[in-house]
């Protein structure tokens, strides 16, 4: 997913930002200062963005223009950034969501499973 | 609270259409878009533009949104960029957030040009990552230089889903099928027939049986529906893809009407909730305008013209121009509007089969039913014409509000007529240089030159390229036919691009004499088994 | 719309169909089986069931769904969607946080 491109027949060349890195979950990853975090990501070949409250489903970029909000992740430790619409950033923390939070389901004991961690 | 004259919420066509007509009658005039890019869906839409002159025919949509976005500039309208209106007051006050904080707005007039959002289907794995709207395939590929998958199955053969199939294919994705569970293709067929030749499969009568995969789409099954859109039993086919792309029509973004308590009503024609307007666009609250796919799902081209209309009135309801001066140019924008909305796929005939055409010629069926016009169907139409020497071959179909193939013409050879629906013709004798300007003119990728050398055997065939790599001279490869099959071998003996084609490549293939009226579209490489593994290996039957 | 409220209509038991299981509203992840069975249950207007099952009440309000509930409400009605009135509107249009709120009355004060 997210193969990067640099000439299109109409188009021309791609205009892109200055190289920076970034982290996703801890990893570092390289995209475009300014391009929308989930386009970084995708290109660095990341599908899933967040993993569901109440069933733990996948979910990733959907609308890309942020009417969906299916792209939410917690950036820079703020749950339910829209990544689509959010500039990327030198140095930003990019973190799986589950839930509402950056902590996976299985780390959690004292929640409710079945109520999710809402 | 900020005070201005107007508030224009949205930067799409319609909305910035609707500033700048303000703005030049000295309006103060601020619009507000929650984008971090101005244009609406115009930056993404890379497609020449239907239509006559007067709406920007033949010129690319991007291009349109820069040059509103100069105008509107020029005459100092205020556009505020990452700026969400969050809400509609009594007395219209509009509440904004921009950035980190909420502020205040108040107008005198306001026109609200939101625009539309995605209808959706669901369908088994329609949350998994890999499913993803038509839209944002087109913002990811055009506005950031990403692919949004290597091998896509679109569902929808709206215009959007016709247009984004031959944009994935033009960013390099391999675009496995298109499905609708309609029997019959939605959009224009000019859209279908330009992505039918590249060797796209269309599936009428099918849909979305399930995305599969775990964490994210690696396949999905379609199957045949019936009449009453049931699965039929047997029909499943299986593709590998890593993306579906799902175009099934839009819907207006109208709740801040209701908001404010403007009248709205369900419109199945126009989408679905829409204010009701009068023919100025005003809504049932004195100031509040309403223009482009908010009040009624159209083209890009008509969302401007409703948007200088709108501008035009809140400038009068505010008395920077009186009524007479408002009515004279209201005038010329409805005729405009006029001329778009005519024809095979006016608003009025949406869900209607039109079996004819205005001159009375059969529709092609196969074009409806698999995204082509066959080859015993095309010589019926008047732009198909078939003589010794060069000439044009327009096939053009379809009753569409489009002209530029007319002009484009140095030799006059085309001709539309007076009513801009009417299929292009070829004239007799008229005497045609093979300049290819019409090829590169044609909106829809409809025209070829033709050259028949009967004496010495073959045919150079001239057809409208827009992918990369533009076939060097010399090439050899395949022709395809207007299905996409191979017809027969076929070398490059011309590539020619200059700025007045803007971007479409002209190319000139060599075929044998006979398949002068077949081949349409190269395929570099040999005819062998390559050649269409797309559609064939693809569609292995799911053992169900 | 009198009619459609008329709350002594029998719609019949309660039958699973396919497709019950999946999700309709992305973000509250509610399905086509809950939806269908709370208008069994005398929940016959959109506002009821967003209230009941907050399909539509999540980050995205509504935005890719409240086309869909609308289809299933009325098929499971036996009406057409034109005759169902959609939920109401109201701010914030888009999600917001509450800080962002605050923030406007830091400066208001000033």
């Not at chain 1, 609308?63 to 820079?76: E, L, N, P, S």
């Not at chain 2, 909730?273 to 666009?281: K, T």
């Not at chain 2, 300049?435 to 909106?443: H, I, K, L, R």
């Amino acid at each position: 997913m997210g193969t990067r491109f640099d000439e299109h027949p109409i188009l021309g060349t791609t205009e892109r930002g200055r190289l920076v890195s970034f982290t996703y979950d801890g990893k570092t990853l390289q995209g475009y200062e300014g391009e929308p975090v989930a386009v970084a990501l995708s290109a660095a070949g990341v599908k899933v963005h967040r993993y569901t409250a109440k069933r733990h489903e996948p979910r990733g970029i959907f609308c890309a223009i942020g009417r969906c909000t299916d792209c939410v992740m917690v950036v820079d430790g703020v749950p339910n950034v829209r990544t689509c619409m959010t500039p990327l950033v030198e140095g930003m923390r990019v973190q799986t969501q589950y839930g509402a939070t950056a902590t996976p389901f299985d780390d959690i004991v004292t929640a409710d499973e079945k109520g999710g961690t809402r | 609270m900020n005070r201005t004259d107007i508030i224009v919420v949205g930067a799409g066509p319609a909305g910035m259409s609707a500033a700048i007509e303000a703005a030049k009658r000295g309006a103060h005039v601020t619009v507000f878009d929650e984008n971090s890019r101005p244009g609406g869906q115009l930056f993404k839409q890379i497609h020449k533009f239907f239509g006559s002159k007067e709406h920007h025919a033949k010129i690319r949509g991007f291009v349109i949104g820069e040059e509103l976005m100069e105008e509107a500039a020029r005459l100092g309208v205020d556009v505020r960029l990452d700026s969400t209106v969050i809400g509609l007051y009594q007395d219209k006050e509009v509440v904004v957030r921009e950035g980190e904080e909420v502020s205040h707005h108040k107008a005198d007039a306001i026109v609200i040009a939101t625009g539309a959002a995605e209808n959706m289907v669901t369908f088994e794995g329609w949350t998994l990552p890999g499913v993803i709207g038509a839209g944002a395939a087109q913002t990811m590929m055009n506005l950031h230089g990403v692919r949004p998958g290597e091998r896509v199955l679109m569902l929808g053969t709206g215009n959007v889903g016709l247009v984004v199939s031959y944009q994935l294919k033009q960013a390099g994705c391999d675009v496995v099928a298109l499905v609708d569970a309609a029997p019959r293709v939605g959009g224009y067929g000019v859209h279908a027939a330009k992505v039918a030749r590249t060797g796209v499969p269309f599936y009428l009568s099918h849909t979305i049986k399930r995305a599969e995969g775990t964490d994210h789409v690696t396949g999905v099954t379609i199957a045949q529906v019936d009449s009453h859109f049931q699965f039929v039993p047997g029909t499943e086919k299986h593709f590998d893809v890593d993306t579906i792309c799902v175009a099934v029509g839009l819907s207006p973004m109208s709740q801040l009407f209701k908001m404010d308590g403007c009248k709205v009503v369900d419109d199945r024609k126009k989408g679905g909730q829409v204010p009701v307007v009068d023919d100025l666009g005003e809504t049932s609250t004195p100031g509040i305008f309403a223009a482009g796919d908010v009040s009624g799902i159209e083209e890009a081209s008509s969302a401007m013209i409703e948007g200088r209309i709108a501008g035009l009135a809140a400038a009068e309801y505010l008395g920077f121009i009186d009524k007479d001066e408002m009515d004279k140019a209201v005038v010329a924008n409805d005729a405009a509007l006029d001329g778009l909305r005519q024809g095979m796929f006016a608003p009025k005939n949406r869900g209607k089969l039109v079996t004819t055409t205005e001159e009375g010629i059969p529709v092609s069926q196969s074009l409806l039913e698999h995204g082509y016009v066959a080859d015993d169907e095309i010589a019926r139409f008047p732009g198909v014409t078939r003589r010794v020497g060069i000439h044009p071959v327009i096939e053009c179909t379809q009753n569409i509000p489009c002209n530029p193939c007319q002009d484009a013409c140095p030799k006059h050879c085309i001709k539309v007529g007076d009513h801009i629906t009417q299929l292009p013709a070829v004239e007799a004798n008229s005497a045609c240089i093979g300049c290819g300007m019409c090829v590169a003119s044609c909106p829809g990728q409809a025209i070829f030159l033709v050259d028949e050398k009967d004496e010495e055997g073959f045919a150079d065939v001239t057809l409208p390229y827009e992918f990369l790599p533009v076939p060097a001279k010399g090439e050899r490869g395949v022709a395809l036919g207007r299905d996409g099959s191979p017809v027969c071998e076929a070398e490059v003996v011309s590539v020619r691009q200059t700025r007045a084609f803007d971007h479409t490549a002209l190319l000139t293939m060599r075929v044998p004499a006979d398949m002068a009226m077949r081949a349409r579209f190269f395929r570099a490489g040999s005819a062998g088994a390559a050649a269409n593994e797309t559609s064939a290996a693809a569609a292995t039957a799911a053992a169900e | 719309m009198k009619e459609i409220c008329d709350r002594t209509r029998d719609l019949g038991p309660f039958e699973p169909k396919p497709g019950d299981d999946q999700i309709v509203c992305r973000c509250e992840e509610v399905t086509q089986g809950e939806i269908r069975r709370a208008v069994h249950d005398g929940l016959f207007t959109i506002a009821e069931i967003r209230r009941y099952l907050r399909c539509g009440m999540g980050l995205c309000q509504g935005q890719t769904c409240s086309r869909l509930v609308k289809g299933i409400v009325a098929r499971e009605l036996g009406v057409s969607p034109d005759e169902l009135e959609p939920a109401s509107s109201r701010a914030p249009m888009r999600p917001i946080e509450m800080s962002v709120f605050a923030k406007e009355a830091e400066r208001d004060e000033r």
